[in-house]
């Protein structure tokens, strides 16, 4: 009787939940999840617009030193993304999105300090950790609070205010990183300072009431859920009643034992670890090989540093338009076309910018490229978050996005190579045709999401 009780509070608990139509928390939390993801995106970015500083200056020489000092990140990531999702399925997402932010505090702090390249590998691979970590607790975070029919409207608000960090860093790097010969510290260092910030203002975060029941911790779940009910009320708003058969047609499980990494990897859960690492894994070659190398690649090509930078600065412009772009219609139309769609766009973007007929192709691909990055990637976290259940959806992230950045090792390393053997416009098509692909698949395997509640979702 005492576990039937038990059972029926947790699914209560998540009733309560369900019927909350609203961002059940001050907006002012969006920002503050935010300002992490603006880190994050503002870290992605600019290492590639500091690598043609840092080359000289360490007498970098050969793809091998590019690819320690530009995929070495991406390892961390992939480590970081596994490690710390795990912790997070065990321990909770609060503890873990303070540790990410100061992994990648400290991890930016040493970059801008770094006196050669060991230094900067090892830094680099700490803010990899964090990065790869919190690109994978965040949408997991936003969608344990999010209403079914808002989850993907709130997450591209948040998603928006985040890939401004993407949109900024080639301005800021334009104007500090030619200009000063320790310009790309600087860069790294306003990257810490805010990482900094971040810290600090998620002290303020509530815990994942869905997290907190999935583990049998009912009543902090209850007090969490609570309090949302009491804000909401004070806002105006009115909660439905709940009867006791709405409330036992409620699916949800509380586990006290630890998570098994073959969890995953039975039915259902298999065949979309299968879908999301090959979908993850083919967009990043092109993701990572466009964001860490074509500033470099365009310079080497006899392009100017400032005029390569500027270029790709101008594209950058896209960010925010894709990010605006999908907002508007991410609770409309199913996630895996939206992500099809912008998959298209790279493409698109990719055999304009490698046309390379002159500074309007550079700048039009680069911004096509740009929106289509932002169009679909803020939907493509919440898709692969949202489809695996709460006591496993950053471990399912981990497996999925964060093997995927093998890609992104692959193509930041290989792409120099590619563009030297098929040419400039060979490379590029390149990664845009493995973009391509990945949509496909996403197409084909994906399964539904959008409007649809976390525990029918992953059910």
Same mark, same amino acid.
């Given at each position: 009787?005492?576990?039937?009780?038990?059972?029926?509070?947790?699914?209560?608990?998540?009733? !309560?939940?369900?019927?909350?139509?609203?961002?059940?928390?001050?907006?002012?939390?969006?920002?503050?999840?935010?300002?992490?993801?603006?880190?994050?995106?503002?870290?992605?970015?600019?290492?590639?617009?500091?690598?043609?500083?840092?080359?000289?200056?360490?007498?970098?020489?050969?793809?091998?030193?590019?690819?320690?000092?530009?995929?070495?990140?991406?390892?961390?990531?992939?480590?970081?993304?596994?490690?710390?999702?795990?912790?997070?399925?065990?321990?909770?997402?609060?503890?873990?999105?303070?540790?990410?932010?100061?992994?990648?505090?400290?991890?930016?702090?040493?970059?801008?300090?770094?006196?050669?390249?060991?230094?900067?590998?090892?830094?680099?691979?700490?803010?990899?950790?964090?990065?790869?970590?919190?690109?994978?607790?965040?949408?997991?975070?936003?969608?344990?609070?999010?209403?079914?029919?808002?989850?993907?409207?709130?997450?591209?608000?948040?998603?928006?205010?985040?890939?401004?960090?993407?949109?900024?860093?080639?301005?800021?790097?334009?104007?500090?990183?030619?200009?000063?010969?320790?310009?790309?510290?600087?860069?790294?260092?306003?990257?810490?300072?805010?990482?900094?910030?971040?810290?600090?203002?998620?002290?303020?975060?509530?815990?994942?009431?869905?997290?907190?029941?999935?583990?049998?911790?009912?009543?902090?779940?209850?007090?969490?859920?609570?309090?949302?009910?009491?804000?909401?009320?004070?806002?105006?708003?009115?909660?439905?009643?709940?009867?006791?058969?709405?409330?036992?047609?409620?699916?949800?499980?509380?586990? +006290?034992?630890?998570?098994?990494?073959?969890?995953?990897?039975?039915?259902?859960?298999?065949? !979309?670890?299968?879908?999301?690492?090959?979908?993850?894994?083919?967009?990043?070659?092109?993701?990572?090989?466009?964001?860490?190398?074509?500033?470099?690649?365009?310079?080497?090509?006899?392009?100017?540093?400032?005029?390569?930078?500027?270029?790709?600065?101008?594209?950058?412009?896209?960010?925010?338009?894709?990010?605006?772009?999908?907002?508007?219609?991410?609770?409309?139309?199913?996630?895996?076309?939206?992500?099809?769609?912008?998959?298209?766009?790279?493409?698109?973007?990719?055999?304009?910018?490698?046309?390379?007929?002159?500074?309007?192709?550079?700048?039009?691909?680069?911004?096509?490229?740009?929106?289509?990055?932002?169009?679909?990637?803020?939907?493509?976290?919440?898709?692969?978050?949202?489809?695996?259940?709460?006591?496993? !959806?950053?471990?399912?992230?981990?497996?999925?996005?964060?093997?995927?950045?093998?890609?992104?090792?692959?193509?930041?390393?290989?792409?120099?190579?590619?563009?030297?053997?098929?040419?400039?416009?060979?490379?590029?098509?390149?990664?845009?045709? +493995?973009?391509?692909?990945?949509?496909?698949?996403?197409?084909?395997?994906?399964?539904?999401? +959008?409007?649809?509640?976390?525990?029918?979702?992953?059910?």
């Amino acid at each position: 009787m005492a576990a039937n009780n038990k059972e029926f509070e947790a699914k209560s608990i998540i009733a !309560r939940m369900q019927r909350i139509d609203k961002w059940p928390l001050p907006p002012s939390f969006l920002a503050i999840i935010a300002i992490g993801y603006f880190f994050t995106f503002y870290d992605v970015t600019d290492i590639g617009f500091a690598m043609p500083a840092i080359a000289p200056q360490f007498h970098l020489t050969g793809s091998e030193s590019l690819f320690l000092a530009l995929s070495i990140g991406l390892i961390g990531y992939v480590i970081g993304s596994f490690i710390i999702g795990y912790l997070s399925d065990r321990y909770g997402r609060y503890p873990m999105l303070i540790l990410t932010m100061a992994l990648m505090a400290l991890g930016s702090f040493g970059d801008a300090a770094s006196l050669n390249l060991d230094m900067l590998i090892i830094f680099r691979f700490i803010t990899g950790l964090g990065l790869g970590a919190d690109l994978n607790l965040i949408p997991a975070y936003i969608g344990e609070f999010a209403p079914a029919d808002r989850r993907g409207h709130l997450a591209q608000i948040t998603f928006f205010l985040g890939i401004l960090g993407q949109a900024v860093t080639p301005f800021v790097a334009l104007a500090i990183v030619p200009p000063f010969y320790f310009g790309w510290r600087l860069l790294f260092f306003i990257g810490g300072l805010i990482a900094v910030i971040a810290v600090i203002l998620r002290a303020q975060l509530p815990r994942s009431p869905r997290w907190l029941v999935s583990h049998g911790e009912l009543n902090k779940a209850d007090d969490v859920v609570s309090h949302f009910e009491q804000y909401l009320k004070q806002k105006g708003e009115e909660l439905p009643a709940l009867t006791d058969d709405e409330i036992n047609k409620i699916n949800v499980k509380t586990e +006290t034992t630890r998570l098994s990494f073959y969890y995953l990897w039975q039915k259902p859960y298999r065949l !979309r670890m299968l879908v999301f690492g090959l979908w993850w894994g083919l967009w990043y070659i092109g993701n990572y090989a466009f964001l860490g190398d074509a500033a470099t690649i365009l310079s080497d090509s006899g392009i100017s540093l400032a005029s390569s930078i500027l270029y790709l600065a101008i594209g950058a412009i896209g960010y925010p338009v894709g990010a605006l772009s999908s907002w508007v219609i991410s609770d409309k139309i199913e996630r895996k076309y939206i992500v099809f769609i912008g998959s298209i766009l790279w493409l698109i973007g990719m055999v304009i910018f490698g046309s390379r007929i002159n500074s309007i192709a550079l700048i039009s691909g680069s911004f096509i490229a740009s929106y289509s990055l932002a169009f679909l990637i803020g939907i493509a976290y919440m898709y692969t978050s949202e489809s695996y259940p709460t006591r496993a !959806r950053t471990s399912g992230f981990a497996m999925g996005d964060g093997l995927g950045h093998i890609g992104g090792a692959i193509g930041a390393l290989y792409l120099p190579l590619w563009v030297a053997q098929i040419g400039f416009f060979g490379g590029f098509t390149f990664i845009g045709i +493995t973009t391509f692909i990945a949509g496909i698949i996403l197409v084909v395997g994906g399964s539904i999401a +959008t409007r649809q509640h976390l525990e029918t979702i992953s059910a």
